[in-house]
């Protein structure tokens, strides 16, 4: 009433029109419609629209008056601008780590628009089934926050931290601290998961004074060393993977190194461990392999051995 704007007009059952594919999309956008968006009004569309109707407090009669579709029209407006090539800021970094989380993007998370971004928008449109233009408007955005959280993370990332329990206890014929054996334990636990046999078989353990191959890093807490004998060298690094992700800083010796094969680890945040061992675990977080001249880490390379270096939060 006074208003001198043109009404919207009205839109019902039979009407065909760019008008209606708009409609539609509305209605799919606030989930009261699941058909294929086709410019058709017919009664699957009617029926959307009394939904819609019905949660807007609106007359539920299915028919899209001026009213009903300038309410639709208010309610799917975008509530966040659309990223898209050559954004860049705060919320592209949220979407580029939350796309990283779901798999679809494999690059840095640097707060920058570009094609690999668009590449991966455009992956996580297409397992939607929504047209893939690699604009990221709300709705990516949105699901993609709403998937990343959802998704659990495997618990040995969020695993608390071993107790500062450093009593020296016998364990398998060797000598280890109680936070070293629990550690132990859940490297044992991740091995079973990915289909090893569970059972490491230690050679040396800690508090070994006076082994001259070791120079020292067994003399204190937190030091192991693992027999890989019987495994391939895919399920070494499989024990290494585990012992990684237990939060030791764990190598497999012998391959890029004059050591026999074996897998040497200290327990990342050992109180007890030498300064040699410190410096290992110092090594490890620089990516090197511990060793004198240090080397790159072989599990780091694409040497065929490339396991990452899966820390727990704990242990970061
Ligand atoms: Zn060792």
């Known amino acids: 009433m006074g208003d001198k704007r043109p009404m919207t007009s009205t839109l019902n059952v039979g009407a065909r029109s760019s008008a209606v594919t708009q409609l539609q999309q509305q209605l799919a ?20 629209v009394a939904s819609f109707e019905k949660k807007a407090g609106l ?7 001026g009213k009903t579709r300038d309410a639709l029209a208010k309610a799917a407006k975008p509530s966040v601008p659309s990223l898209k090539v050559g954004s860049s800021g705060p919320k592209v970094k949220a979407l580029q780590q939350h796309l990283k989380t779901l798999g679809f993007y494999k690059s840095t998370v640097d707060g920058s628009y570009g094609p690999v971004t668009k590449a991966a928008v455009q992956a996580f449109e297409k397992k939607h089934g929504w047209t893939p233009d690699g604009i990221a408007g709300s709705r990516v ?25 450093y009593r020296v206890v016998s364990f398998r014929g060797v000598k280890v601290n109680v936070r070293t054996r629990v550690m132990v334990e859940r490297a044992e636990s991740y091995m079973k998961a990915m289909g090893l046999s569970s059972k490491l078989s230690i050679t040396q353990g800690s508090f070994s004074n006076g082994v001259s ?26 024990i290494v993977k585990a012992m990684r992700m237990a939060g030791f800083a764990a190598w497999r010796r012998g391959v890029n190194d004059t050591f026999s094969p074996h897998i ?3 327990a990342i945040g050992d109180k007890r461990a030498t300064q040699v061992a410190k410096n290992q675990v110092t090594e490890y977080f620089r990516g090197g392999d511990g060793l004198v001249g240090s080397k790159r880490d072989i599990h780091l390379t694409a040497t065929g051995h490339n396991i990452g270096r899966p820390v727990p939060n704990w242990a970061k």
């Open 264 to 266: 040497h680890a200290i």
């Open 141 to 165: 955005q949105e699901t993609a926050e709403k998937e990343a959280k959802a998704k659990p993370k495997p618990s040995w990332q969020t695993v608390k931290a071993p107790p500062s329990d």
């Open 59 to 65: 007359k539920a009669d299915g028919v899209a008056d």
């Open 213 to 238: 191959a070791s120079a020292g890093t067994h003399d204190g807490g937190g030091a192991l060393d693992i027999s890989i004998r019987g495994y391939s060298a895919a399920n070494a690094d499989k």
């Open 29 to 48: 956008k606030l989930g009261h419609y699941k058909a294929k968006v086709d410019g058709d009004y017919g009664p699957v569309t009617k029926k959307a």
